[in-house]
C-alpha cells in the first residue's frame, strides 16, 4: 500500500508543473468545454476528404507523463477526437463512443509532431466504424492505431 502511495504522490516539480498551468475563462455560451481546452487544443486539421481526415499535432508539455512522453489518455483521446469527427454530419447531434481498440506501438515526445490521419471504414444505419492512425510526421514511426465504433440516431428526413 505504501509504494502505491508513494507511486501516486506528485513530486514538488510535478506539483509545480500543474499549478504553473494557465488557462484561459471559458465565455459564457462557448460551444467548448475544460476537456476540449485542455486535451484537444492545438490539433490542427490539415485535409478532408469525403471519408478521410488528416490533422497534425505538436506534443504540448501538458499531456505528457512523468517520462516526457505523451500519455496513453492523451492518445486515446485523440484516437476518439479525431475518429468521430470522420463521421460527424453537421447539424445533427454527435455520434457516442461504442467501443474503441488502441494498439500502442511507440511513444512520443514533448514538441514532437504528430501526424493523425482517421479514415472512416464503413457505415451501416446508424453504426459507424473508423481507423485512425497516430505517426510521428519527421520519422514516418508509428505511435498508435485505433480502431473505434460510434453510433448515431438521427431523425428521418421524411
Not at 500543474?18 to 462557448?30: N, R
Not at 478532408?48 to 501538458?62: G, I, Q
Request: hydrophobic letters at 40%; a neutral charge.
Amino acid at each position: 500500500m505504501e509504494k502505491s502511495k508513494a507511486f501516486l504522490e506528485l513530486t514538488q516539480e510535478e506539483s509545480d508543473r500543474v499549478s504553473s498551468l494557465d488557462f484561459l475563462p471559458i465565455p459564457t455560451g462557448a460551444e467548448f468545454s475544460l476537456y476540449e481546452c485542455y486535451a484537444l487544443r492545438g490539433i490542427r486539421v490539415d485535409r478532408l476528404e469525403s471519408d478521410r481526415v488528416f490533422c497534425t499535432f505538436k506534443v504540448p508539455p501538458r499531456l505528457t507523463n512523468r517520462e516526457g512522453k505523451l500519455a496513453a489518455g492523451a492518445i486515446a483521446n485523440l484516437i476518439d477526437a479525431v475518429g468521430a469527427g470522420c463521421v460527424n454530419i453537421g447539424g445533427h447531434p454527435v455520434n457516442v463512443s461504442v467501443d474503441m481498440s488502441i494498439s500502442f506501438h511507440s511513444s512520443a515526445k514533448i514538441d514532437d509532431e504528430l501526424e493523425i490521419i482517421g479514415q472512416v471504414l464503413g457505415k451501416k444505419g446508424g453504426y459507424s466504424g473508423t481507423s485512425v492512425l497516430v505517426k510521428n510526421k519527421a520519422t514516418g514511426e508509428l505511435i498508435a492505431e485505433g480502431r473505434h465504433s460510434l453510433f448515431g440516431k438521427y431523425a428521418s428526413k421524411m
